[in-house]
């Protein structure tokens, strides 16, 4: 079948996209769609066109693969789209799906658009680090006016059909088959002239003061980000200079944002994202498993999150805990973080009476013989994971899921325990575990690859983003964090202030700093690791800064105070009394404290993410690089618009990595020496490792 299928209805030309899986703009489309305008223009009969998607969607967009092309190679959707809009004979866009992108660009090129009630209707660029480049910057302002057009192409969130109609984007929401309705519509329009253009149109709702504020808003919602600006910058013009001039500007804009880094880092995202949820050797075939009751082992603050992912979307759960005072505890906190959702009229009652009335409370380990899938979510001891994973042997019918939620122990440890290991995985949610979106999924050594593939479809399931990792202590997000913090506490013995260490990191694009980042999990929990393995090791125990901190009492913001101090605004304000601790500490050591630039605090700091990540991705952890960043947009907030870690060293190139880390005393990691010798990046790697 051609890639555009033209077919007659007897004065209509109908031209059908075959472009699965989602119809993107790729090579081939252009000339199948001009073919048809062809035909249309030649052909005296055809009083009318048709353009329509085949499949599930409508054009979701130019091919993203195509970014990286030379523009001569890449497929011309401005030359279509400004065909399209001075086309002699009516045409109408028959949206089912999404139209997005370049997609809705082809549609406001029609005189008419036609859409199912489900269709979905956006300018998501933003989302890659570019801009609406096929017109949309000037139509859209056009037809829903200008302080909407601002909203849809800065937040990049579609409108569905409903509101596309009441917004005036869409002529008409069809029932029932849409290409016949499109049809009949393309007929009944087919001798109204003069055609009505949007590109003759003015643009309502413009004034000097929204694009300021749009302007000013920026920095809130879109820091450190590029296309934003260029965006308002585009809209204003639609407004304010001929169609021509902002159609000419958009396009010159578009090419810049297209080859700025952080476009390339949020296409490198947003395949990455898609990848993540596949694993490799994992057929397409494999069973997935039926999960319709969930057990939860334990109340507390990761337990009562955990369950509220399942109660959200309607599945029961019974939850266990060994004491009625902290099982009435975790339920009370369940119940007060739903009616705080309430409070902001994100649930109404009647959903919080609903979702806790499918949760079970009960201390009888023999009330899960039922449940499909079992999550534990004690606190972190393996004699008692042990314990409990021999109990829920016991009691757990055949085929349910045995999980931990552990952040570090040894889950083949722990599935060694039951006559069952396969049935056994790592379930690790990052707290809040009811908000963060992050599930890091790991694959034990038996592990079976039904229980993976639940796993990865319970996921998705309860809107999680799940990554398959392999079993080491912290597997792939902690045991990087870990390394980071290591050097941050490096950074302030050699002399930097803690602040200044987590500027490096705002500036960088992260949520949150180190220091502020310990602060938040409490001080006390690295202090106990650090504690617990330097006994394991036979070490002296630790006197570090930090420690010295903890024995002070300052726990991070639970105790009012650690690194910083925090008021009731939870910001964090230097504490002078921590700085002299730090200075007497370097005192005493005999640490000459230096003058430390942001450069070099941001080269270690992420840099040490980055050398930690390919000995995790040399040692199979990972399975791809691609997986690490999503990992650390998910769990860690690290900036989609770096790339991620690993896109980020990527975009630094992979032999200034190398070069820095040894500048600064540490050894490259040998994939990461690998790749920097052959002057490659991870994205590489990643193509070259899929193929086996
Ligand atoms: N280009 C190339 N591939 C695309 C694509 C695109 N625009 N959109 C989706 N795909 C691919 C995905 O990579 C995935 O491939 P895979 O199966 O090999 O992993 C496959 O299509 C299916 O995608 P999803 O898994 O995301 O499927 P969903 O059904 O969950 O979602 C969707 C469908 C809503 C269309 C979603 O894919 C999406 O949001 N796509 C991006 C849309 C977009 O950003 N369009 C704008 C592009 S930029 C542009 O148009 C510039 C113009 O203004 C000049």
Redesign the pocket.
Same mark, same amino acid.
């Given at each position: 079948m051609s890639i555009v299928e033209q077919a007659r209805e007897g004065d209509i030309l109908v031209l059908t996209i075959h472009n699965p899986? =989602?119809n993107?703009?790729s090579p081939g489309v252009p000339e199948g769609l001009h073919a048809g305008l062809d035909a249309a223009e030649a052909d005296g009969d055809v009083r009318a066109v048709v353009i329509i998607g085949g499949g599930r969607?409508f054009i979701?967009?130019?091919?993203?693969?195509t970014f990286d092309l030379p523009r001569e190679q890449a497929p011309d959707?401005r030359g279509f789209v400004t065909r399209l809009d001075a086309f002699a004979k009516p045409t109408v866009a028959a949206i089912h799906g999404?139209a997005?992108?370049?997609?809705l660009?082809v549609a406001l090129a029609c005189t008419y658009r036609v859409v199912t009630a489900d269709a979905r209707l956006g300018?998501?660029?933003v989302?890659?680090g =570019?801009l609406?480049?096929?017109g949309?910057t000037q139509r859209l302002p056009r037809v829903v006016g200008a302080q909407k057009a601002l909203e849809m192409m800065l937040s990049g969130s579609p409108v569905g059909a409903t509101e596309a109609r009441t917004l005036g984007l869409v002529d008409e929401v069809v029932e029932g088959d849409l290409r016949a309705a499109a049809v009949e519509f393309a007929r009944a329009h087919a001798d109204a002239r003069p055609l009505p253009r949007i590109s003759e149109r003015g643009v309502e709702g413009a004034s000097p003061e929204l694009f300021a504020a749009a302007r000013a808003g920026l920095g809130k919602t879109h820091k450190g980000q590029y296309s934003p600006g260029l965006i308002v910058d585009l809209a204003e013009m639609a407004a304010t200079k001929p169609f021509a001039e902002g159609w000419d500007a958009e396009a010159q804009l578009?090419m810049q944002a297209k080859d700025s880094p952080q476009s390339r880092a949020l296409r490198h995202v947003?395949?990455a994202e898609?990848?993540a949820g596949k694993v490799r050797g994992l057929g397409k075939d494999t069973p997935v498993g039926d999960v319709r009751q969930v057990g939860i082992i334990g109340a507390g603050t990761m337990g009562g999150g955990i369950a509220m992912n399942f109660l959200n979307v309607g599945l029961p759960v019974t939850i266990v805990e060994t004491a009625q005072d902290a099982l009435d505890r975790g339920l009370a906190t369940i119940r007060r973080n739903y009616e705080n959702s309430a409070k902001k009229g994100r649930l109404t009652g009647d959903d919080v009476e609903k979702r806790m009335g499918l949760l079970t409370p009960t201390l009888d380990m023999g009330a899960l013989a039922d449940a499909d899938l079992i999550i534990e979510a004690v606190f972190e001891n393996m004699e008692v994971k042990k314990a409990i994973f021999t109990r829920l042997d016991a009691v757990a019918k055949p085929g349910a899921i045995l999980a931990s939620n552990t952040s570090t122990l040894n889950v083949n440890e722990i599935a060694a325990v039951t006559a069952r290991p396969e049935q056994v995985i790592g379930l690790h949610f990052f707290s809040p575990a009811n908000v963060m979106k992050l599930l890091e999924i790991v694959r034990a050594d038996k592990t079976s690859d039904t229980v993976l593939a639940t796993s990865l479809a319970v996921a998705r399931k309860i809107g999680k983003v799940g990554v398959v990792v392999g079993v080491c202590d912290g597997f792939v997000g902690n045991r990087m964090v870990h390394r980071y913090g290591d050097e941050a506490r490096k950074l302030v013995e050699e002399g930097a202030d803690p602040q200044a260490v987590d500027a490096a990191m705002h500036a960088l694009g992260l949520p949150m700093g180190p220091f502020e980042m310990s602060d938040m999990a409490g001080l006390d929990i690295g202090y106990a690791i650090r504690q617990h393995q330097a006994g394991e090791r036979g070490e002296p125990k630790p006197d570090g800064w930090l420690d010295r901190i903890v024995e002070t009492g300052r726990k991070g913001q639970k105790t009012g105070g650690g690194i910083y101090d925090y008021g009731d605004d939870r910001r964090p304000r230097p504490n002078a009394k921590m700085g002299q601790l730090i200075a007497d500490y370097r005192a005493e050591k005999g640490l000459t404290p230096r003058e430390i630039g942001q450069d070099e605090i941001t080269k270690r700091l992420a840099y040490s993410l980055v050398n930690e990540g390919a000995q995790i991705l040399e040692e199979g952890i990972a399975q791809r690089a691609g997986d690490i960043d999503v990992i650390y947009l998910y769990g860690y907030g690290f900036p989609a618009y770096r790339g991620g870690p690993m896109g980020y060293a990527s975009e630094q190139g992979l032999g200034n990595v190398a070069a820095d880390l040894e500048k600064y005393g540490q050894t490259p990691a040998p994939l990461l020496r690998h790749l920097a010798d052959e002057g490659k990046t991870f994205a590489a790697y990643d193509r070259e490792t899929a193929k086996g």
């Open positions: 899986p =989602v993107a703009f969607t979701a967009g130019a091919d993203i693969k959707l999404t997005l992108g370049g997609g660009e300018l998501p660029e989302k890659l =570019v609406p480049g096929a949309g578009f947003f395949f898609r990848e």
